[in-house]
């Protein structure tokens, strides 16, 4: 074959064409270190989970209700009682604002629900008093929980963003912002500065914790990002571009509730860790790492990480509250961060231990092993240098990328079947994905 295709522990081909992520990264003082930074990895997709409303669960903010809608008589029925009550429902697809079922609507539900079947609708009912906070209401009583984080090193210095966890001075932050950096300054929404030290940093969740020494600040409340429906408004309050622009507000929507993403290695292609973030169409810029996502009722549902890099807009991601808030907790403690407490938000991409080439016998097309990342690695123990790789599980293996494609549906410690051409034979083994 003229054009070689090697897979290197999980290695993809690169076309010229792959998507880049930026990890917002802090606008950095000098030259090299702004190269650097936005110089970004690569990233793909997952193939998408469905989406659909969680089976069994309701909505707890607000006035959240859910009607089980069968025949048409039911329809009726409940059109009835709703003018019996003097009450109108509201009927919307995400939930986002009131709507008045038209009749034609009402006989395209009818007619979309076989006899007998029932069909779970979303609804929500807004009201005054159900907590719900308009734009300027939002950003009133939510900015004063947002800072900047200024940071510096013997050659370069920059700004990121975070957020107030605790009255007693901890500070939530992305952890790419203060990797590395000699010196770190917390700036509150008041310009009162504070020097900070670093309590815990994690990497393959791009989580932070910072400690000033400050008392009765202004802490934010964390909602439950898992009840997170796509569609709904989210808000982000950060420090953009420079510290001059602190305080800055962007406001979008839910693009997808629990995205999966994979992250490679800028310079290998190698997967590095595959991440269940919150995508967002709030236009987040380089400065925002580390800024709180509020929901529509001002609490923290998320942590800005990171966007697609910068031919796309509109494509962002934050770190989910749910998972974010316990590996926070767990470093305000100062506990072990365990794979169960980190898997919440990643895990390390699974690797499969061999180096090899695309390649064909007798017309037969598969991967040829050349050689194992490690002697010690379980397809170095059952497989050997030769092989044809043909499948694993499922998924029919004719190139690299399908090797990517097959291991990245799974983890570290999960075991998959990899068929081989040895000898002219096919065999099957079992193999234990690596880290």
């Known amino acids: 074959m003229n054009e070689r295709e090697e897979y290197s522990e999980g290695k993809r081909p690169w076309n010229g064409e792959e998507e880049r992520y930026s990890a917002l990264p802090v606008p950095r003082g000098s030259e090299d270190a702004a190269r650097r930074e936005t110089e970004s990895p690569a990233f793909d997709f997952l193939p998408p ?32 009682m709703t003018l019996l009550v003097g009450s109108a429902l509201t009927v919307a697809r995400y939930a986002t604002e009131e709507q008045t079922p038209t009749a034609e609507s009402q006989a395209m539900d009818a007619m979309g629900t076989p006899e007998g079947e029932e069909k779970l609708v979303f609804v929500r009912q807004y009201d005054d008093g159900d907590g719900l906070l308009s734009t300027p209401e939002l950003y009133a009583g939510c900015a004063p929980s947002a800072v900047s984080v200024l940071v510096r090193n013997a050659s370069s210095s920059g700004v990121g963003s975070g957020f107030i966890l605790s009255a007693d001075g901890y500070i939530a932050t992305a952890n790419h912002v203060v990797e590395g950096m000699e010196s770190l300054t917390v700036v509150l929404s008041d310009g009162t500065r504070y020097e900070a030290f670093l309590v815990a940093g994690n990497a393959l969740t791009d989580l932070a914790l910072l400690k000033i020494d ?20 989210v808000v982000a309050i950060g420090t953009p571009a420079a510290a001059e622009y602190a305080g800055s507000l962007c406001t979008g929507e839910v693009s997808y509730a629990e995205r999966q993403v994979v992250i490679y290695d800028d310079g290998t292609g190698v997967p590095q860790k595959k991440l269940t973030l919150i995508q967002t169409d709030a236009p987040v810029n380089h400065g925002n790492s580390g800024c709180p996502l509020f929901d529509e009722y001002g609490r923290v549902v998320g942590m800005i990480t990171m966007k697609l890099g910068d031919r796309y807009t509109g494509i962002g991601f934050a770190i989910p509250s749910d998972g974010a808030r316990a590996i926070l907790e767990a470093m305000m403690r100062g506990e072990e961060l365990t794979d169960g407490l980190l898997s919440a938000v990643g895990v390390p991409a699974p690797r499969l231990g061999i180096i090899g080439d695309a ?58 079947a990899v068929t081989v051409l040895r000898g002219g034979q096919r065999l099957t083994f079992e193999v234990i994905l690596e880290k």
């Open 49 to 80: 989970p469905r989406q659909s409303p969680r089976k069994g669960r309701k909505r707890r903010a607000g006035n959240g209700s859910v009607i089980l809608c069968g025949t048409v008589m039911a329809l009726s029925l409940a059109a009835a």
């Open 214 to 233: 400050a008392q009765g600040l202004p802490a934010v409340t964390f909602g439950e990002s898992g009840e997170l429906l796509t569609g709904e408004r």
């Open 359 to 416: 390649a064909q016998s007798d017309g037969i097309f598969g991967v040829r092993i050349l050689r194992f990342s490690s002697s010690d690695c379980s397809a170095a123990k059952t497989l050997k240098a030769g092989d044809l790789i043909l499948q694993i599980d499922d998924t029919v293996i004719v190139s690299a990328s399908d090797i990517s494609t097959a291991i990245l549906k799974k983890n570290p410690s999960d075991r998959v």
